[in-house]
C-alpha cells in the first residue's frame, strides 16, 4: 500500500468527529489548528516511528548526530539536495540549535507532518517510496471560501529543479489533507476529508495567483489526481507550467509598460 493509501485509510473515519472550537474568530488559520493535531495524531497512530511534525524531525535528525556542529554538516543530514531544502532551517538557525535550544513548530514551515518511507529517522527514499510532506487544509462548509493557499510556486520550482538535477526518481510527494467543517455550537464537526498527492495532479492545471506571493491555491477536494507518469517528469511538467504562466505576466506587464511610455510621449 502506498503513503497516500495510508494516510487516507487513517485520516477517513475522522468524518463525524468534532474538536473543541478555539477562542476569537475561526478565519485564516485559527480554525485548521485543532484539526491538524487530530490529523497528525491519527497519521502517529496509523504510521508510527515514520510520522513526525516537521520541527521534531529536525530535533530527533540533529540530536542522533551530535558530532554535526555546523550548518552545512546539519542540513547535509536531511537526505538528498531538493529535501534538504525543503525541510532545513535558516543557516543562522540551523547553526545556533542545540539541545539547549531545540526549534519550535513554525507556520512558514515546508509541512506541517513530515512522513518517512520506514521506521527511524532516516531522511531518504526508499525502495521508491518519498518522504512526505503533509500539510491539512481546513473549509468551513457554510461559507463560499477562496481556495487556499498551498505552497509557493518559486520554491516548488527550486526544489524541482534540484530533484532533476540530482536525478532522484522518487525526490519527494506532497500530500493535502482537506478537512470541512461546520461549526456547532462549541465544536467545529468534520463533515467530509479527503488527502490527494500533488504528484498526481496535472501539472498544467495548477493555478499561480502571482498576486498572492505566487502562491499555488486549490481546494484539495477540487484536486485532480489523473497524472500517472514519473515525479521527474511531474518536475519538469510543473517547470514548464511555471515558465509558460512566467511568460504570459512578462507580456501583460511589458505591454503596460508600453502603454504608459505611449502616454508620456504623447503629453
Given at each position: 500500500m502506498d503513503t497516500l493509501a495510508q494516510i487516507h485509510g487513517a485520516v477517513?473515519?475522522?468524518?463525524?468527529?468534532?474538536?473543541?472550537r478555539p477562542p476569537g474568530t475561526l478565519s485564516g488559520h485559527a480554525a485548521g489548528?485543532?484539526?491538524?493535531?487530530?490529523?497528525?495524531?491519527?497519521?502517529?497512530?496509523?504510521?508510527?516511528?515514520r510520522t513526525f511534525r516537521h520541527f521534531e524531525l529536525l530535533n530527533i535528525v540533529f540530536e542522533a548526530h551530535p558530532e554535526c556542529v555546523t550548518s552545512y554538516a546539519r542540513q547535509k543530514l536531511l537526505g538528498s539536495p531538493e529535501l534538504q531544502f525543503l525541510l532545513q532551517r535558516g543557516d543562522a538557525a540551523t547553526e545556533a540549535w542545540s539541545i539547549e535550544n531545540q526549534f519550535v513548530e513554525k507556520q512558514n514551515d515546508t509541512a506541517e507532518t513530515v512522513i518517512l518511507?520506514?521506521?527511524?529517522?532516516?531522511?531518504?527514499?526508499?525502495?521508491?517510496?518519498?518522504?512526505?510532506?503533509?500539510?491539512v487544509k481546513t473549509q468551513n462548509t457554510s461559507l463560499k471560501a477562496q481556495p487556499p493557499?498551498?505552497?509557493?510556486?518559486?520554491k516548488l520550482v527550486k526544489a524541482c529543479?534540484?530533484?532533476?538535477?540530482?536525478?532522484?526518481?522518487?525526490?519527494?510527494?506532497?500530500?493535502?489533507?482537506?478537512?470541512?467543517?461546520?461549526?456547532?455550537s462549541d465544536l467545529l464537526i468534520c463533515r467530509d476529508i479527503c488527502?490527494?498527492?500533488l504528484m498526481r495532479a496535472q501539472p498544467s492545471d495548477l493555478y499561480i495567483n502571482w498576486a498572492a506571493a505566487t502562491q499555488i491555491q486549490f481546494h484539495p477536494s477540487e484536486l485532480d489526481q489523473t497524472y500517472t507518469l514519473s515525479?521527474?517528469?511531474?518536475?519538469?511538467?510543473?517547470?514548464?507550467t511555471y515558465t509558460s504562466q512566467l511568460e504570459r505576466r512578462q507580456e501583460k506587464v511589458l505591454a503596460e509598460i508600453k502603454d504608459l511610455r505611449k502616454f508620456l510621449d504623447s503629453h
Open positions: 477517513s473515519d475522522l468524518v463525524g468527529e468534532s474538536v473543541k489548528l485543532p484539526f491538524e493535531k487530530l490529523v497528525h495524531s491519527r497519521l502517529v497512530k496509523a504510521l508510527p516511528d518511507p520506514r521506521e527511524g529517522w532516516r531522511v531518504e527514499t526508499h525502495n521508491g517510496v518519498p518522504v512526505t510532506l503533509v500539510d493557499n498551498i505552497i509557493s510556486a518559486k529543479r534540484l530533484a532533476i538535477d540530482h536525478k532522484s526518481e522518487q525526490p519527494f510527494d506532497f500530500v493535502y489533507i482537506g478537512v470541512k467543517w461546520l461549526e456547532k488527502a490527494v498527492s515525479a521527474l517528469e511531474w518536475c519538469k511538467g510543473f517547470i514548464e
